[in-house]
């Protein structure tokens, strides 16, 4: 019989694509992450990027040795700057307003005489937004987004700081497109683990177990490999009748 044959070629390219859409669900939303933590604190030691336009996140802690934090990359001229602001979701930050601030190193400057761009404050903001990340399962209070066309070619830095002295934890988001390749897809499981520390209030507290992409990604597949053997075994059946 041609027709379980045909059925069981369907059923198969159907498991298939769904288990791919349910995979690409996952990577779009998926940013590199780099846990800066409070390592960063002078334009000397930036944690060093590239490639602005590749969607990323950078997560920094604020702290009293540590009151800035600094990231650094190489830009062309005209290239387009996209980065955002935001900080966890928790009580203790809900009166927590970081700025950020866009310096150049040009060539009569140095690390330790930048030239300032332009800074952004968040002190005018009394509501943030909330936005939950679906890929790390975590929340945060975001705040304006800030898209800057950089006028020469050169080393640009981002420092993250509070004009109030405030300390708590703050991550800035840079770049808008997604690729995620393999060698950030295996540092992942340990990354999303200090995320979700990060998203905490204290580093003993636990958020909301959930399961990590690449843990639904084998289970996704042992599924499909176990429904297509079953639908073959059902249709090999049917063809002795």
Not at 7 to 26: D, K
Not at 61 to 69: F, G, I, V, Y
Not at 179 to 208: C, M, N, Y
Request: net charge neutral.
């Amino acid at each position: 019989m041609k027709h379980p044959n045909l059925i069981f070629r369907f059923f198969t390219t159907f498991i298939i694509l769904m288990s791919l859409g349910g995979i690409s669900t996952t990577i779009v939303y998926a940013h590199i992450p780099f846990i800066s933590k409070d390592k960063h604190s002078t334009a000397q030691t930036s944690l060093v990027i590239s490639d602005i336009a590749i969607s990323k996140v950078i997560y920094q802690d604020l702290t009293p040795n540590a009151s800035e934090s600094w990231i650094a990359f190489q830009a062309q001229e005209n290239d387009l700057l996209y980065f955002q602001l935001g900080i966890p979701l928790l009580a203790n930050l809900i009166d927590f307003r970081p700025s950020i601030g866009l310096f150049s190193q040009s060539s009569d400057s140095t690390e330790n005489n930048l030239k300032v761009i332009q800074k952004f404050g968040t002190g005018d903001i009394t509501e943030p937004e909330i936005f939950y990340e679906p890929f790390t399962k975590t929340s945060s209070w975001t705040f304006t987004e800030h898209q800057l066309v950089l006028p020469t070619s050169g080393i640009y830095y981002l420092a993250t700081f509070s004009p109030n002295n405030q300390l708590g934890k703050v991550w800035v988001s840079i770049g808008k497109e997604e690729v995620f390749g393999a060698r950030d897809w295996v540092s992942l499981p340990s990354k999303i683990s200090e995320i979700r520390k990060f998203h905490s209030l204290s580093p003993g507290q636990k958020t909301s177990e959930q399961n990590p992409p690449w843990l639904l990604f084998g289970i996704g597949l042992i599924g499909s490999c176990l429904g297509i053997f079953l639908i073959k075994k059902f249709l090999f059946k049917v063809n002795r009748f």
